[in-house]
């Protein structure tokens, strides 16, 4: 049954409980949209109470999976208005322990998550004219640091492809948004989500303690609780 008019269509992907993508999904749906929130495992997502809220299985790291659930999407609300490029996974550590295991992950997440989501959504919006992208995007990507370097990279590599991908839309249609929104600290599962482990032959251990306070940094002082992150990122695209 397609969405009312009225509905604006929104998927979100990395809707975890706990996470900011959680939090978007509720504020989201509190202001009377149709709200597919995603994520690799149903566990995850299944949490959520308010009628408008629809789980929705996606993996940003498959092709299959990604274009399976933006269809399943099509079919059952006829269209999808504003996509939200959420998911994404941590990658911690000094730059030489990294290893190319740990960071392909955080590519295929961070990176190439965005370049899926984008490709399965925009011949749709452009189908209709209209349509709101959002890349959540993060200090990281303009700023790098001592032991999140990795995870930085990753994240200048989305905020590039969100704004080449907004001069390019402009050539679709004029009313096809493409949005990057910039975050700060927040506080998330991100952290906990973190497998950081500082390997015995790394030339750093002595640096381990502040290793340690680089990965918790986001989820201690004045970091955002996800809830207001999430209705103050909610303004632009409605």
């Known amino acids: 049954m397609a969405a009312p008019p009225s509905s604006p269509v929104v998927l979100i992907t990395g809707s975890s409980h706990g996470g900011i993508g959680y939090s978007l999904c509720e504020t989201f749906a509190a202001k009377g949209c149709i709200v597919y929130a995603s994520a690799r495992r149903l566990e995850t997502i299944s949490s959520f109470t308010h009628p408008h809220i629809r789980p929705l299985i996606m993996d940003v790291t498959s092709d299959v999976s990604v274009h399976k659930a933006v269809e399943q999407i099509i079919e059952e609300a006829g269209r999808v208005d504003i996509v939200v490029a959420n998911a994404g996974v941590p990658c911690h550590g000094p730059i030489l322990d990294i290893s190319i295991d740990d960071a392909q992950k ?8 965005v370049l899926r989501l984008a490709q399965a959504v925009f011949p749709y919006m452009a189908s209709r004219k209209r349509g709101t992208f959002i890349t959540i995007g993060s200090v990281m990507g303009y700023n790098a640091s001592p032991w999140a370097g990795m995870y930085a990279a990753t994240k200048a590599a989305a905020h590039a492809i969100t704004e080449t991908l907004q001069m390019e839309a402009k050539a679709l249609s004029p009313d096809i948004r493409v949005m990057l929104v910039v975050t700060g600290g927040v506080k998330s599962n991100i ?48």
């Open 191 to 238: 952290a906990n989500n973190s497998t950081f482990v500082l390997p015995s032959t790394s030339l750093f251990q002595n640096y381990l303690p502040n290793i340690i306070t680089r990965i918790q940094s986001s989820q201690t002082g004045p970091s955002m609780p996800t809830a207001e992150y999430a209705k103050g990122s909610s303004y632009g695209p409605i």
């Open 106 to 113: 955080a590519l295929n997440t961070n990176v190439l998550g």
